[in-house]
């Protein structure tokens, strides 16, 4: 049967195409996973005898596992024995049809190119029958994140999953690996508390490198992955909501106002960012952020009948050095709506800001 339609498929070819068209060949045992090998080896056998691989006539045999039924490594087993028992094999282009019933698909095609598979047969973002077909795009960048290319142009996946989503009408979970919106987002504290100590660490490294950011390898807590490489960006990494630390907390006043938050007012800063997402839920952005941080610690416009907070506004400053040791501030401040200028002299310039103060009676100590 399989060589009769064999050559029914060639001759058909032959008859339309001409003789000029160069045509390939494709064979796939529609149950291979469910059939002996020596049979599927012997089917395949003749199927080949029919098209007579050989240079510039190569077939592809295309090893389905239609219905997974069993783990990767047993189809990667099965993989291994066609590679090494079939005859002819430098002509021949193993191809792997993984589908996903056991949510295995992914697993099962990295085994069988372990195995020896040349070809993979799947659909972008796991579309297909029932659970669908292995993902491509899942595939690819795994292979991407050990260092092999792909041969697939990643760097925007976000106009993958839209044309993907597009074609389909289907929605991509926000899960989904390397293209959900949530992947490269952490809102755990501990987790916010190690991204950010990773990137403190590798700016130091690309610093370095003399800021060659490729010269660094990419060793980030719990992103895989550089986001800049598949056409995200950094803003999304650490995302604040109840669950999250005063290490989310530090990081998004650092990357989104630039300030970089002493160690005892991330802890006091988190525990009023926690009230505010205990008392209103959802997620915190960094306008939101800020709104909450201003709020707290800086002047407002003082509601009807009560003064202002904050007694200064500084209106401008300039700081020289003196010495290794000392420089000189000279500030100029609002006190009570009235302009008043000052100097001093201080280790450092916040030293010397707290001994200016020293002028208004205030004993203020950092």
Same mark, same amino acid.
């Given at each position: 049967l399989a060589q009769s339609g064999a050559r029914?498929?060639? =001759?058909?070819a032959e008859k339309r195409l001409g003789d000029e068209t160069i045509f390939g060949f494709e064979?796939?045992?529609e149950i291979f996973v469910d059939t002996e090998l020596d049979f599927a080896l012997e089917v395949c056998e003749s199927v080949m005898d029919v098209w007579e691989p050989g240079e510039g006539r190569e077939i592809v045999l295309n090893l389905p596992s239609?219905?997974?039924? =069993?783990?990767p490594n047993v189809f990667a087993d099965q993989i291994e024995w066609m590679s090494r028992n079939l005859s002819r094999r430098e002509y021949i282009a193993l191809s792997v049809h993984p589908h996903n019933d056991r949510g295995t698909g992914v697993a099962t095609a990295e085994l069988a190119l372990l195995a020896g598979a040349d070809r993979i047969e799947g659909c972008l973002l796991g579309q297909g029958e029932r659970t669908g077909n292995v993902d491509l795009v899942t595939l690819g960048l795994n292979l991407f994140s050990q260092g092999i290319d792909p041969g697939i142009d990643f760097s925007d996946v976000d106009a993958i999953r839209r044309t993907v989503e597009y074609c389909t009408q289907m929605e991509t979970s926000p899960r989904a690996p390397y293209v959900g919106d949530l992947v490269y987002t952490s809102f755990s504290g501990s987790h916010q508390d190690a991204i950010k100590k990773g990137f403190a660490a590798r700016k130091t490294k690309v610093d370095a490198a003399g800021g060659d950011e490729n010269a660094v390898v990419w060793e980030l807590p719990y992103l895989p992955i550089d986001p800049h490489d598949v056409g995200r960006s950094y803003e999304a990494v650490v995302r604040v909501n109840s669950q999250s630390g005063k290490g989310g907390v530090a990081y998004l006043m650092s990357t989104a106002h630039s300030l970089e938050l002493p160690?005892?007012?991330?802890?006091?800063?988190?525990?009023?960012?926690?009230?505010h997402t205990d008392t209103y839920g959802g997620e915190i952005n960094a306008a939101t952020l800020w709104k909450i941080f201003a709020d707290e610690y800086l002047p407002t416009s003082a509601a009807p009948g009560l003064e202002p907070w904050g007694r200064f506004e500084v209106r401008s400053s300039q700081v020289s050095s003196i010495d290794d040791e000392h420089v000189e501030l000279n500030a100029t401040l609002f006190d009570g709506g009235e302009s008043v200028k000052v100097q001093a002299v201080g280790t450092g310039p916040i030293d010397a800001f707290v001994s200016a103060l020293h002028e208004f009676d205030l004993d203020v100590r950092i």
């Open positions: 029914e498929i060639i =001759a058909q064979y796939s045992p239609t219905v997974e039924r =069993a783990t160690r005892r007012l991330q802890v006091e800063f988190s525990r009023i960012v926690q009230r």
